[in-house]
């Protein structure tokens, strides 16, 4: 049998013109993952959107699309285009389980929530010759799955070709997530065995490591097993945690020891209202300084990401948000415009006020807002976000940002990994044209580690009772 396999791309990560490095990081893991079910006898193939042109001559008998809310309109393209051609298409992915009958017209089969209990049944009914419209899933685990495909993913155009996830879910549910949508119908959360998640890592080439899972801390006794198992694999590796994760004792420690020296941490705002319209609650009454301090006093970088447009946020949300992130010298920032995503809380609740502006897909993007903002007009929301950006990546930003640390070592990383992101998109821009993204990839584990400094680069600080700051507000608000 001949499957191919597509992860279609939003339109400007296709553009002839500039192409953003952040569409060239990671490869195409679900669908690699979904390949694994596969019988050796079938001939596969992937191609991902974002690194390279799709060859639609071809006549696969199975095609299978992946499909995100910002790339469904190009999804149904594909798909409508392969059905003329007499091939069976399935359709998953985060969208089709938030909205399955815009996508069912689309499709011959849909698919609902991860594949890994759905798509092997599936499968076999259609070896069977009796492939069923919907397959919806239920049963949650991932003890078992087959290896991931790697070998059908072209590593040499992406910059991060390490990029693993061990886990599926998040423990939490907040309002805007699209957690509670996609995993509707059975466990939110759940790991791997750890000696399986090991062994994937083993087979991982090179140091580098970006672990995609929504919360790696989530599971305090999973994520405490996994660091020791890591610990002397000689790795360095990237993830994502909550605030309140990070301040736990103990697990960032092993975390570092296993290799970990860059964090992702949704902030999201500072405004504890926010974080109780979004029921954030793990965010509330957390001091967010003190779990900063502790990231950088164990040499963890961080990308703090935050959401604009909250009903508490007015016009001066943005430069105190930015302003705070780079006085407490956070190095990079993801801002992002709030997004309700079909099938959340916030999209129904935005619903029920009559608040959604349109139902533009591909808009749904965080960089436009689709709602009515409570206490902005939707263009100062807009210029707001935009600005932001261009406050937190300014050289003197970045350079202020560099002196809140203690050492020499630890403010040139800082200024090469800000400065590397933002400051040199024209490069990273002609590298992509070029094919060269993983070459680059030494440079990034270079300063990654501080320029070869595998150690703390400044004492660790331990905890004091009141960083977790049990009974106050989110410390900056
Ligand atoms: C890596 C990543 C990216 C990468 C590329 C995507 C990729 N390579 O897969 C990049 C950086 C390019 C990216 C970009 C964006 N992303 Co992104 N990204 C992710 C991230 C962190 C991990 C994806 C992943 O690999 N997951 C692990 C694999 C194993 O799971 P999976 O891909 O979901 O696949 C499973 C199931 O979905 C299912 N499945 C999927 N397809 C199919 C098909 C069939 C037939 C079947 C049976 C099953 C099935 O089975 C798989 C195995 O269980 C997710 C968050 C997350 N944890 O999922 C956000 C996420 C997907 N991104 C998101 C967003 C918003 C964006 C951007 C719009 C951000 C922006 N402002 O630019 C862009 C645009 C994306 C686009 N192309 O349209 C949202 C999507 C919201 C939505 N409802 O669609 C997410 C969920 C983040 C979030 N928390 O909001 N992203
Ligand atoms: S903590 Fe993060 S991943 Fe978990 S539900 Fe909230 S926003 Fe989603």
């Not at 640390?405 to 002609?430: I, N, Q, S, T």
């Amino acid at each position: 049998m001949k499957v191919k396999m597509i992860l279609p791309a939003l339109t400007e990560a296709t553009s002839p013109h500039f192409r953003p490095i952040k569409y060239s990081l990671f490869p195409p893991l679900g669908l690699a993952a979904l390949a694994g079910y596969l019988d050796d006898a079938d001939e596969v193939v992937i191609q991902d959107e974002h690194v390279e042109r799709l060859d639609l001559n071809d006549e696969p008998d199975l095609v299978v699309i992946q499909v995100y809310i910002t790339s469904a309109y190009r999804a149904y393209e594909l798909a409508d285009h392969y059905r003329q051609r007499g091939a069976y298409v399935c359709l998953g992915g985060l969208h089709v389980t938030s909205l399955p009958e815009e996508a069912a017209p689309h499709a011959d089969t849909i698919f609902l929530g991860p594949g890994e209990d759905i798509w092997p049944a599936f499968l076999a009914d259609y070896r069977a010759r009796r492939p069923q419209k919907r397959y919806c899933s239920t049963v949650r685990s991932l003890v078992g799955v087959p290896k991931i495909r790697r070998d059908l993913i072209k590593r040499h155009l992406y910059l991060v070709p390490n990029s693993i996830v061990v886990s599926r879910g998040c423990p939490h549910q907040c309002d805007f997530c699209y957690i509670g949508a996609f995993f509707e119908g059975g466990k939110h959360f759940y790991t791997q065995a750890v000696d399986e998640a090991l062994a994937e890592i083993e087979r991982l080439p090179g140091r580098h490591l970006y672990f995609l899972d929504d919360h790696l801390l989530g599971n305090k006794h999973f994520a405490s097993a996994l660091f020791d198992g890591m610990k002397g694999m000689g790795r360095l590796w990237q993830a994502a945690g909550t605030v309140q994760s990070v301040l736990q004792p103990g697990l960032l420690e092993k975390a570092v020891e296993a290799g970990l020296r860059s964090l992702f941490v949704g902030f999201e705002t500072l405004s504890p209202e926010n974080l109780r319209e979004q029921h954030k609650y793990q965010n509330l009454n957390r001091d967010y300084n003190a779990a900063i301090r502790r990231l950088h006093s164990h040499g963890v970088m961080i990308n703090g990401s935050f959401v604009f447009g909250m009903d508490g946020d007015d016009a001066t949300v943005f430069e105190r948000t930015v302003g705070w992130a780079v006085e407490q010298g956070i190095e990079t920032a993801t801002f992002h415009i709030m997004t309700p995503y079909p099938g959340t809380p916030l999209y129904k609740r935005m619903a029920e006020q009559h608040r959604l502006l349109h139902s533009d897909w591909d808009l749904y993007d965080t960089r436009h807002v689709v709602y009515r903002p409570a206490q902005l007009a939707p263009e100062a929301l807009e210029a707001g976000y935009w600005r932001a950006y261009q406050d937190f990546y300014r050289w003197g930003s970045i350079f202020q940002g560099a002196w809140a640390k203690d050492g020499w070592r630890e403010r040139m990383r800082h200024v090469a990994y800000a400065g590397g992101w933002k400051k040199f998109e024209p490069l990273w821009d002609c590298i992509i044209r070029a094919r060269r993204a993983t070459n680059m990839l030494p440079m990034l584990e270079n300063i990654l580690s501080g320029f070869g400094n595998h150690r703390p680069l400044t004492k660790p600080q331990p905890l004091s009772p009141s960083d977790t700051s049990l009974g106050q507000e989110v410390a900056v608000a």
